[in-house]
């Protein structure tokens, strides 16, 4: 199995993705989508998550990143700093008129749902599918770039999975793949310079909070969410998240810095 694993990390990666995303959230549709959104979604999430955890153990005996890792400020505001920035300018820039008073438990599920993201996403991209990518390409010249750019691919391309809750906006949900693309390429630099996978899940978290936050206090957020938006409008949001490439590209350019094995460092004790 590891053999195989090694030799073909990208069968392996969307394998991964298939058993933990649309598989397991295809298969519990019919119990879900009677539940309120927030909450249907964190328990996908959630199951994405134990799923990748138990890969991990079915696969690797460990966990093949570090849960542990020291520096968790330092990097957050070091590498970590353009992504918190990012996230409070989409909180202050998509700002719609608060008309509504959510629920409390609206507002627990809608945070649950951005920690489950964060989570399980985190876990599952950069964690394993990175990781595994990093490991088996190892001694190829580029493996880090290539690493980066395939695993980012296979981030942005997941987000298509949301044409199934909201099939008519097709403009904006390719948008969503470009750019998520972008922040998978900044989060596995992040990744690289920090060696701490919380950083990832902090900015992570915060972005996708920050975003969606108009969601349940505004009626004319809420409903934007099912409404497809222009080309001009795609390629305005994609054109700011230019800057996760162009950090990304920064940290991973610079001279001060060596790549370390990220794999097989951190047995579950």
């Known amino acids: 199995?590891?053999?195989?694993?090694?030799?073909?990390?990208?069968?392996?990666?969307?394998?991964?993705?298939?058993?933990?995303?649309?598989?397991?959230?295809?298969?519990?549709?019919?119990?879900?989508?009677?539940?309120?959104?927030?909450?249907?979604?964190?328990?996908?999430?959630?199951?994405?998550?134990?799923?990748?955890?138990?890969?991990?153990?079915?696969?690797?005996?460990?966990?093949?990143?570090?849960?542990?890792?020291?520096?968790?400020?330092?990097?957050?505001?070091t590498f970590g700093l353009v992504g918190l920035v990012c996230a409070v300018m989409a909180f202050v820039f998509s700002y719609n008129k608060p008309d509504v008073t959510p629920s409390a438990s609206?507002?627990?599920?809608f945070i649950f749902y951005n920690l489950a993201i964060a989570f399980g996403e985190e876990f599952l991209f950069r964690g394993v599918i990175f990781t595994q990518m990093l490991d088996s390409w190892k001694n190829k010249k580029g493996f880090i770039w290539t690493a980066i750019i395939i695993s980012s691919v296979i981030f942005g391309l997941r987000h298509l999975l949301n044409l199934v809750t909201t099939p008519k906006v097709v403009i904006m949900t390719i948008g969503q793949v470009l750019f998520t693309f972008m922040a998978g390429f900044y989060l596995c630099a992040v990744y690289l310079r920090t060696r701490n996978i919380w950083v990832c899940i902090i900015?992570?978290?915060?972005?996708?909070?920050?975003?969606?936050?108009?969601?349940?206090?505004?009626?004319?957020?809420?409903?934007?969410?099912?409404?497809?938006?222009?080309?001009?409008?795609?390629?305005?949001?994609?054109?700011?998240?230019?800057?996760?490439?162009?950090?990304?590209?920064?940290?991973l350019k610079s001279k001060r810095w060596q790549y370390q094995p990220l794999f097989n460092c951190y047995s579950v004790k």
């Not at 069968?11 to 249907?40: E, H, R, T």
């Not at 609206?106 to 599920?109: C, K, L, N, P, R």
Request: proline share 4%; aromatic share 18%; glycine share 6%.
């Open 1 to 77: 199995m590891r053999k195989f694993i090694d030799r073909f990390p990208v069968i392996f990666s969307v394998a991964v993705f298939a058993v933990s995303m649309p598989i397991i959230w295809g298969a519990l549709y019919p119990l879900l989508y009677k539940l309120p959104f927030y909450w249907a979604s964190a328990i996908k999430y959630t199951l994405t998550l134990l799923a990748v955890i138990a890969i991990c153990f079915a696969v690797y005996r460990k966990i093949p990143f570090t849960l542990q890792g020291k520096g968790l400020f330092k990097g957050l505001f």
């Open 106 to 109: 609206t507002v627990i599920g």
């Open 203 to 251: 900015i992570h978290f915060l972005e996708d909070f920050f975003t969606g936050f108009w969601a349940i206090v505004s009626t004319s957020a809420a409903a934007a969410q099912t409404v497809d938006g222009t080309v001009a409008n795609m390629f305005m949001l994609v054109g700011v998240h230019l800057v996760y490439i162009i950090f990304g590209v920064i940290m």
